[in-house]
Nanobody, 115 residues
């Protein structure tokens, strides 16, 4: 079992930045792919970014060039640095850890981009 706890959400103005954190209950980076998803009101949950076991990052086109996913293995934490935020980035952001036989989610952290 893996517990994931997100933090760092909040209210920010358009063009601003936030950094989300996802702390895992144990070191799973060599076994799981870690990712961030988001769900806006009235919409389906969508993939935002992932970082593979190798450390290679991948991004959805909508956030490429603005968001950066990274990890700190010693702290068993994954980060999502979000820059140049737009109103359409408003959503609940969820951390995810998955492999072929398991799929874990955090509880989510709210991000609101508004002036």
């Amino acid at each position: 079992q893996v517990q994931l706890v997100e933090s760092g959400g909040g209210l920010v103005q358009p063009g601003g930045s936030l950094r989300l954190s996802c702390a895992a209950s144990r070191n799973i980076f060599s076994l799981y792919a870690l990712g961030w998803y988001r769900q806006a009101p009235g919409k389906q949950r969508e993939w935002v970014a992932s970082i593979r076991n190798s450390g290679h990052p991948e991004y959805a086109d909508s956030v490429k060039g603005r968001f950066t996913i990274s990890r700190n293995v010693a702290k068993t934490t994954v980060y999502l640095q979000m820059d140049n935020l737009k109103s359409e980035d408003t959503a609940v952001y969820y951390c995810n850890a998955r492999r072929f036989d398991a799929n874990y989610w955090g509880q989510g952290t709210q991000v609101v981009v508004s002036s």
